[in-house]
């Protein structure tokens, strides 16, 4: 039985200034490096050894990664970064107050905008273009919805997750609110409409268990 650890990253800035971020990579605020520290004495308790560690290719996810990982004692574990865990691109809502958009557009509007599956938020009318994903031939989405999330998501878990707990090999995913509630979506067979209700807290741990053909045995989340 292998087990699947994922977590949101500690409290981002903007996570504190209630902004809108997406693929922007804004650092970890004092509370989110506790956060992250905590949740790695949580899990070390847990005495999981690691075969993999997954993570985006932002800094607010990868030092959180480091930290917990120094947290359980396997920092020889490898850490693999997929641009596929980068959490969704918001658009042109990025570094946007949502209480402000919130008082322009409505709660509802909002609400649809953030938690919907398959709605894409108002796109950037041209996209960025950095050389961290330049590199790798990506090109950064001008807006993404949930499903976009989903698409780009899954073919990671696929490949990379999904056979190594096959092989009985524990697995951490440190990622973003929207990546994995992406993943928990497909992971918990929950509906299109009903993944609007699903949050994921920034720092706690969800602990999947699997048998030998991935049915889950067992889910708890370490409050």
Known sequence: MAKLVVIRHGQSEANRDNVFTGWSDVPLTDLGYNQAHEAGAKISKL??????VHTSYLKRAIITANIIMDEVGQNYVPIHKTWRLNERHYGALR????AEVE????SQQ??????????????LAKADVERRYQRIGVKIPRAESLEMTWQRMLPYWIDQIAPALLAGKNQ??????STLRALIKYLDNISDENITEVEVPNGKPIVYEFDGKLNILNKKTIG
């Open 47 to 52: 005495h999981i050894p690691f075969a993999d």
């Open 95 to 98: 570094g946007r107050n949502k």
């Open 103 to 106: 008082k322009k557009v409505g």
């Open 110 to 123: 909002l609400k649809i905008w953030r938690r919907s599956y398959s709605v894409v938020p108002p796109m």
């Open 172 to 177: 951490l995913v440190v990622a973003h609110g």
